[in-house]
């Protein structure tokens, strides 16, 4: 029996899985590196880890796998909801987070996650997103024994706990980066050096830039080595070089202590950018796709309760792959559908839907056992990029419609955000701005009257998002209509790009205005918690079951339906400011939120931005 097919460990149900799992990482792993002098010792060390972490996994954890085994859609059900929160900005520190967890509940929320909370770079940090350990709790924020006492909380609540996994790159100060500066052996080829300048020229023509502003360009030279070092986003942040399978047996390590540390899903930062290869846009390439399958098999026979979540921010055409090809191994159970919060956005700047149903008839079918994570805010900005190449040629003048309309510029703009990275007014890369402000109630302080229509805006997006296929993740302080940061400028990020401006810290005292029905915070927060209410009792909304995007009569509303269990629901969303009535040849009984929309048979009327959810005959 040779190392490939061998896996035996004397655990009966480790085995069992691994009879499944361990040969599909082994194809991958030859797909990467097989022709590497280092394969089969590789092989060897990659078991071994899979192995130890196994060994080290809790009692706890090993029964939480067993249920989820038995239960592997629990995150695709119809009632599993996210909210994205910053550790200090929402509770101050991991002690504190335990308190907050009712709060969530009330709202409908099943799954917490915390933004990059392991140790990062003094000063200059993208957010967090430039570790210096990964596996090291930030001590501003505590301890990793408080991470572990706050997965059990949430676990007690059955809820689950995200974690972001800084797979593409680390801060230049990380350990592995300070030993491959300093020569030693284990690490020199951790990340990708470049002796001169010259050198990058045979990737730089073809690489597009991430913070074309704040930090243009993909190289950076790094003054203590003398060398340039490849950095996709700021230069503080270095890549990883997957071609080195040290590296892969070192990523895969940390991505099994994550999990043995308590959590339940890993989101893989950057993950399209993980492998480069010359004369290519280095996104995207089928390594990257072996890579995740060879993780996705390795985590299934070591901690198969783990979920890994892709955050690639790519191309519609591309995204679904990141679920898996079909007829190849299964990569990650979900994947963030960009490509919807974008064109959500740009629908509702123009009160034309047909941009989302495009859209959707272009994402290909995604595996069983798989969904998307949908979202109408993040900590990111919305980047446009990604509609202007689905667009041609006629993307970039709408990319920069939709920056000058959400930065406020244009005439009747309800909108005000801020353009994100527009280094010339020909090159406009985002929209930056919290929820609130984007959807017009910050403009709504001066003008009495127009908060209705922002919170109808608001609502909006969110029961759209919340009826599509996928499990949606709430962004910190959307269910209460925070504003974008008026300080955000005197704030440590502020020196890096304009993102802080939608990263405001929690309100809480606005929290507390929640059940006032007269207060903005009321009304969202009532909103956002139906629409998880409603969400969670219908069958059709299950992560399994499919959209079926149809033709609408009218522009102005996007029509879609989702079937599953007997149930058919139909979603009539208006996105624009005026109401609307449409029929559609289907018999449709009763509407299951409350507002602005009636139906009769096969007639719809919809208040401005009103949203229905019909239930099909
Ligand atoms: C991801 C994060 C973003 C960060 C980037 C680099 O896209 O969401 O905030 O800047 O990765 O780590």
Request: hydrophobic fraction near 45%.
């Amino acid at each position: 029996m040779t190392i490939d097919d061998d896996f035996s460990s004397g655990d009966a149900a480790l085995d069992i899985r691994a009879e499944v799992h361990w040969p599909v990482a082994v194809s991958a792993l030859r797909r990467l590196y097989g022709s590497h002098p280092e394969f089969s010792g590789t092989l060897d060390k990659v078991r071994n880890i899979a192995l130890a972490a196994r060994a080290a996994r809790s009692e706890e954890l090993r029964a939480l796998d067993e249920a989820r085994l038995a239960a592997p859609d629990w995150f695709m059900q119809a009632s599993s909801i996210g909210y994205s929160a910053y550790v200090d900005r929402f509770a101050g520190r991991l002690g504190a987070v335990e308190g907050k967890l009712d709060y969530l509940r009330e709202l409908g929320v099943t799954g917490l996650h915390l933004l990059p909370l392991m140790q990062s770079r003094a000063g200059q940090s993208d957010g967090g997103f430039a570790v210096v350990d990964h596996l090291r709790v930030d001590p501003r924020f505590g301890s990793n024994d408080d991470l572990t006492a706050l997965s059990r909380a949430l676990r007690a609540r059955g809820m689950s706990l995200c974690l972001d996994l800084l797979c593409n790159h680390t801060a230049r100060e990380h350990h592995w980066a300070r030993k491959a500066a300093s020569g030693d052996p284990r690490y020199k080829d951790h990340y990708l050096f470049f002796d001169r300048v010259s050198e990058t020229s045979a990737f730089a023509p073809w690489l597009d830039e991430v913070f074309p502003l704040t930090a243009p360009g993909n190289f950076s030279h790094d003054v203590e080595t003398g060398r340039w070092v490849w950095t996709t986003f700021y230069p503080y942040q270095w890549d990883l070089n997957y071609q080195n399978p040290l590296v892969f047996c070192d990523m895969l390590e940390v991505m099994l202590s994550l999990a043995n540390l308590g959590a339940d899903v890993l989101r893989l930062d950057s993950v399209a950018f993980m492998w480069k290869r010359a004369g290519t846009n280095c996104r995207n390439l089928p390594e990257v796709h072996a890579l995740l399958e060879a993780f996705r098999a390795l985590t299934a026979i070591a901690a198969p309760g783990l979920i890994l979540k892709a955050e690639a921010i790519v191309e519609t055409a591309e995204i679904a792959a990141y679920l898996g090809r079909p007829g190849a191994p299964p990569q990650c159970q979900l994947a963030y559908h960009n490509s919807l919060m974008v064109s959500a956005w740009s629908a509702l700047a123009d009160g034309d839907a047909r941009e989302i149903s495009s859209m959707l008839a272009r994402v290909p079918a995604i595996p069983d056992g798989t969904t998307w994570t949908t979202y109408v805010r993040c900590h990111d900005d919305i980047g446009w990029g990604v509609l202007g190449r689905d667009l041609g040629a006629e993307g970039d003048a709408r990319a920069r419609y939709l920056s000058a309309f959400y930065a406020g510029q244009i005439p009747g703009s309800f909108a005000r955000g801020a353009t994100f990275q527009a280094a010339t007014p020909d090159a406009v890369h985002g929209a930056a701005g919290s929820l609130a402000s984007l959807a017009g109630l910050e403009a709504a302080q001066g003008e009495p009257g127009t908060a209705a229509l922002a919170v109808a805006r608001i609502t909006l997006l969110h029961a759209m998002t919340f009826f599509m296929p996928g499990a949606p993740v709430i962004y910190m302080g959307d269910e209460i209509g925070l504003l974008n940061d008026q300080d955000w400028e005197s704030r440590a990020w502020a020196a890096e790009d304009c993102r802080g401006l939608h990263r405001p810290p929690m309100d809480w005292q606005a929290a507390a205005r929640r059940h006032d029905l007269k207060a903005v915070e009321g009304q969202l927060f009532g909103a956002l918690k139906a629409l998880a209410s409603a969400r969670a009792a219908c069958p059709a909304l299950h992560g399994s079951a499919a959209l079926t995007v149809m033709d609408s009569p009218d522009r102005r509303v996007l029509l879609a339906r989702r079937d599953r269990a007997g149930q058919g629901l139909l979603l009539a969303a208006n996105f624009s400011d005026a109401a609307v009535s449409l029929t559609v040849p289907l018999r449709l009984k009763r509407n299951l939120l409350d507002g602005a929309a009636q139906s009769a048979g096969g007639s719809i009327a919809l208040a401005p931005y009103a949203v229905a959810w019909l239930e099909i005959e």
